[in-house]
């Protein structure tokens, strides 16, 4: 059987760690998005946590259940901070563009906790309010009930997967990185056009742009898609 959580108020404890620091929720997964940036998630344990907490890592239970629940609540962390001080404008097309491109860029931020995050549910606050921001932009704008859900679905899966894929590649090591990158250069730009004619054609510009995040791109085909419904469901 899993441990109860203890509540908020009854987790602080009475007297700080050996290094002086009180523990708190969200300290610890402050904490957790420093290890996974510097070890990457085979360095977050339980264990590791609470020698870099200075604390016994069985104290790390009073506040998670275990260590889904505290990714879960990393991947929570980060949609609050994409989202943090950010305001609707009343236009809708702005303002999707404006979520979907911070959430994205936190997570790259990210990349070892987006690549443990990105495909989770949460069920958190942070997570509740950007949905509930979301929806509430497309049906704002006069979206139907159906559209409303059916763009706020390709809007948060398209975001979230092009957030792993691109975190996936700023994980690998830097020489890694770098091999991937000069295939356009190295092998690409050297196909002849008599076995690869359109690849040929296309090489220069693939070189310059499949070394960055094709997001943009898709975000902005994905709203102009939006855009022709709510054009044509208007009379």
């Known amino acids: 059987m899993p441990k109860p959580v203890v509540?908020?108020?009854?987790?602080?404890r009475r007297r700080p760690t050996r290094g002086?620091?009180?523990?708190?929720?969200?300290?610890?997964?402050?904490?957790?998005?420093?290890?996974?940036?510097?070890?990457?998630s085979?360095?977050?344990?339980?264990?590791?946590?609470?020698?870099?907490?200075?604390?016994?890592?069985?104290t790390l239970y009073r506040y998670f259940r275990g260590m889904d629940e505290l990714t879960l609540a990393i991947g929570d962390a980060l949609i609050g901070e994409a989202l943090a001080g950010w305001r609707p404008t009343g236009r809708w097309r702005a303002d999707l563009r404006t979520i979907g491109l911070r959430i994205?860029?936190?997570?790259?931020?990210?990349?070892?906790?987006a690549l443990l995050t990105a495909n989770r549910v949460t069920?958190?606050?942070?997570?509740?309010?950007?949905?509930?921001?979301?929806?509430?932009?497309l049906r704002s704008a006069g979206f139907s009930l159906p559209d409303t859900v059916r763009v706020y679905h390709a809007f948060i899966d398209?975001?979230?997967a092009f957030a792993a894929l691109?975190?996936?590649?700023?994980?690998?090591?830097?020489?890694?990185q770098r091999a991937d990158e000069d295939k356009w250069h190295s092998t690409y730009a050297h196909l002849p056009p008599d076995t690869h004619p359109r690849i040929a054609e296309a090489a220069p510009?693939?070189?310059?742009?499949?070394?960055?995040?094709?997001?943009?791109?898709?975000?902005e085909m994905l709203l102009d898609s939006a855009a022709g419904r709510l054009g044509a469901q208007r009379p």
């Open 42 to 58: 085979t360095g977050l344990t339980a264990r590791r946590l609470g020698l870099a907490l200075d604390c016994d890592p069985s």
């Open 7 to 12: 509540p908020e108020e009854r987790r602080r």
């Open 166 to 176: 691109d975190s996936a590649s700023l994980a690998l090591p830097s020489a890694s």
């Open 123 to 137: 069920g958190r606050a942070h997570e509740l309010a950007a949905d509930e921001a979301v929806l509430d932009v």
């Open 20 to 40: 002086g620091t009180v523990l708190s929720e969200s300290l610890i997964v402050a904490t957790a998005l420093r290890l996974l940036r510097e070890h990457g």
């Open 158 to 160: 398209q975001t979230l």
């Open 205 to 219: 510009l693939l070189a310059r742009r499949m070394v960055t995040s094709a997001y943009p791109t898709a975000l």
């Open 104 to 113: 994205h860029g936190v997570y790259v931020a990210h990349p070892q906790a």
